[in-house]
């Protein structure tokens, strides 16, 4: 089963930044956090990834509690090109990414 | 470009015939992985293989078989296909074992079994 728990969907203004929260209350301590989007009918693509820091990509920002139990995806200046569903995913330790539902973004224009 | 290419993209079966769907890739990454996407949901792991060489189970095996012909490819194949196998199947790769890597998706194959 996932390990994480997402917002159905979410919907956020053009222009405005895209806050996108995901919940891993039993994540282990060598275990990350991976966020991965899919746009309509593409394969998954990787967004961001991280441990216990904060860390910030061309794409996008992740902010993990300090406890880890939770963390937020943040697009800075959402487009409608980030219209996507976006999934938090917690890695563990055999490697393989057990996606759950994901949260719908739409982006309003 | 480099990445995961999957043949063919689009594939119309009926039901009982059998196909492979073809996956490689040229990031030299040792873990490759197969998923199904069925409408409207999310993806589910069907098999995977962390080396050259070994395979193993994910959520969803039954009704397939793989085989990691070499490092570049993994191929999944459907013995005798039922309705109830159509999905879109991604194939995906990745560098190293644990948090060093992320996930290479390909574009997928659109399997209708009729």
């Known amino acids: 089963d996932a390990k994480t728990t997402q917002p159905t969907s979410m919907d956020c203004a053009e222009g405005r930044a895209a806050n996108l929260p995901c919940n891993h209350s039993?994540?282990?301590?060598?275990?990350?956090v991976y966020w991965y989007r899919q746009i309509h009918s593409q394969g998954p693509q990787y967004i961001i990834h991280?441990?216990?820091n904060n860390e910030t990509n061309e794409m996008a920002s992740l902010i993990i509690t300090e406890d880890r139990k939770s963390s937020t995806l943040i697009l800075p200046h959402a487009t409608l090109r980030d219209t996507a569903v976006y999934y938090c995913?917690?890695?563990?330790?055999?490697?393989?990414?057990?996606f759950g539902k994901g949260t719908r973004l739409h982006i309003l224009p | 470009n480099a990445g995961v290419t999957q043949t063919p993209k689009f594939q119309v079966l009926k039901t009982g015939q059998s196909m492979t769907l073809q996956c490689a890739q040229d990031?030299?990454?040792?873990?490759m992985y197969w998923y199904r996407q069925d409408p409207g949901m999310g993806l589910r792991l069907i098999y995977y293989?962390?080396?050259?060489?070994?395979?193993d189970k994910g959520e969803v095996p039954n009704g397939y078989n793989v085989s990691r012909l070499n490092k570049r490819e993994f191929s999944l194949r459907l013995e005798s296909a039922a309705p109830s196998q159509t999905s879109v199947y991604f194939c995906?790769?990745?560098?190293?074992?644990?948090?060093?890597?992320?996930?290479?998706f390909g574009s997928g194959t659109r399997l209708t079994v009729v």
């Open positions: 995913i917690v890695l563990n330790r055999d490697d393989k990414i057990i």
């Open positions: 039993t994540i282990s301590g060598n275990e990350y």
């Open positions: 991280g441990l216990k």
């Open positions: 990031m030299n990454h040792n873990s």
């Open positions: 293989s962390a080396s050259e060489g070994t395979t």
């Open positions: 995906a790769s990745m560098a190293a074992r644990g948090p060093l890597g992320g996930y290479t």
